[in-house]
């Protein structure tokens, strides 16, 4: 079945860097999107990044841009967000999710991915 799995979160000063991974399996097409979602406590959840898994296309949320990379691995099956100059207001649950439908990555809505990953806590400390 298919089966997203997050990793890499962990607690981090202000400035510094985290990277995270996203493993996927169980997808039968070579042409959909992933995305890295983020939740923090009583805000609602929020579209980070976006990258089709078969040409590379993307899409950043303003407060991510220039910090923010998303990349794949298609032999690898991963999808990885690199995360620099980290805020103290990137403190959330880091959500992977993908869905079938290659233009998800345009908008980056969560309401258009179907799987979803158990999210990865990052912490970032004054």
């Known amino acids: 079945q298919v089966q997203l799995v997050e990793s890499g979160g962990g607690l981090v000063q202000s400035g510094g860097a985290l990277r995270l991974s996203c493993a996927a399996s169980?997808?039968?097409?070579?042409?959909?999107?992933i995305g890295w979602f983020r939740q923090a406590p009583g805000k609602e959840r929020e579209a980070v990044s976006c990258?089709?898994?078969?040409?590379?296309?993307?899409y950043y949320a303003d407060f991510v841009k220039g910090r923010f990379t998303i990349s794949r691995d298609n032999a690898k099956n991963t999808v990885s967000l690199q995360m620099n100059s980290l805020k103290l207001e990137d403190t959330a649950v880091y959500y992977c999710?993908?869905?079938?439908?290659?233009?998800?990555?345009?908008?980056?809505?969560?309401?258009?991915?179907?799987?979803w990953g158990q999210g990865t806590q990052v912490t970032v400390s004054s």
């Open positions: 999710a993908g869905d079938l439908d290659p233009y998800s990555v345009a908008w980056c809505r969560a309401k258009d991915f179907a799987t």
């Open positions: 169980g997808f039968t097409s070579d042409d959909y999107a």
């Open positions: 990258i089709s898994w078969s040409d590379g296309s993307t």
